[in-house]
Nanobody, 121 residues
Framework: QVQLVESGGGLVQAGGSLRLSCAAS????????MGWYRQAPGQQRELVAV???????YYADSVKGRLTTSRDAAKNTVYLQMNNLKPEDTAVYYC???????????????WGQGTQVTVSS
């Protein structure tokens, strides 16, 4: 049984930082593509960042240069470091194991429960 448990969300002022963690069980993060998605109220869930099994990373244009995803194989944990946060980054952030051939949200294999990130102006 696969479980993805996020932590680290919260309230932060614009320009601040947060680090999200995703502790995985039932799946080996270093052998799978792992992604972060977010969903703001009234909007569709969107891909934010992906780290592939070889360790390559991809970022949405809106977060490039500010968000960084990484993993710790020993802890079987994926991270999302979020710097210079903006109010438009406010959303529920989800850890996920996407289909490596198509990272669209509809093809995600496993989802975490999500963690709220709120950025005040």
């Amino acid at each position: 049984q696969v479980q993805l448990v996020e932590s680290g969300g919260g309230l932060v002022q614009a320009g601040g930082s947060l680090r999200l963690s995703c502790a995985a069980s039932g799946i080996i993060v270093s052998r799978n593509a792992m992604g972060w998605y977010r969903q703001a109220p009234g909007q569709q869930r969107e891909l934010v960042a992906v780290i592939s099994s070889p360790g390559n990373t991809y970022y949405a244009d809106s977060v490039k240069g500010r968000l960084t995803t990484s993993r710790d194989a020993a802890k079987n944990t994926v991270y999302l470091q979020m710097n210079n946060l903006k109010p438009e980054d406010t959303a529920v952030y989800y850890c996920a194991a996407p289909n490596p051939r198509d990272t669209s949200a509809r093809y995600v294999r496993y989802w975490g429960q999500g963690t709220q990130v709120t950025v005040s102006s």
